[in-house]
Nanobody, 115 residues
């Protein structure tokens, strides 16, 4: 098992930036990918971004060009840098460690974008 702890959420104005962190209790290279998901009030949880064990990244269309997922293997930490935030980015953001047959979630961190 692995413990995932997200941090870095907060409240920002539209156009602002935040960097989320996801610290894992063990090596993240043991997973096929590390993903970021979000869940807005009254909506289903949705996938946002992913970085594979090989370092390849993928994004949902609505965040392409604004969000960047990266990692620090020495710190077993994955980041989600978010720029040009919009009110529709408001959600609880979750980190997920993914294997083919299993996955682990963090507890989430709230991001609120409002004027």
């Amino acid at each position: 098992q692995v413990q995932l702890v997200e941090s870095g959420g907060g409240s920002v104005q539209p156009g602002g930036s935040l960097r989320l962190s996801c610290a894992a209790s063990g090596s993240i290279l043991g997973f096929d990918a590390m993903g970021w998901y979000r869940q807005a009030p009254g909506k289903e949880r949705e996938w946002v971004a992913r970085i594979s064990s090989g370092g390849n990244t993928n994004y949902i269309d609505s965040v392409k060009g604004r969000f960047t997922v990266s990692r620090d293997l020495a710190k077993n930490t994955v980041y989600l840098q978010m720029y040009s935030l919009k009110p529709e980015d408001t959600a609880v953001y979750y980190c997920r460690a993914e294997k083919i047959l299993s996955h682990y979630w963090g507890q989430g961190t709230q991001v609120t974008v409002s004027a």
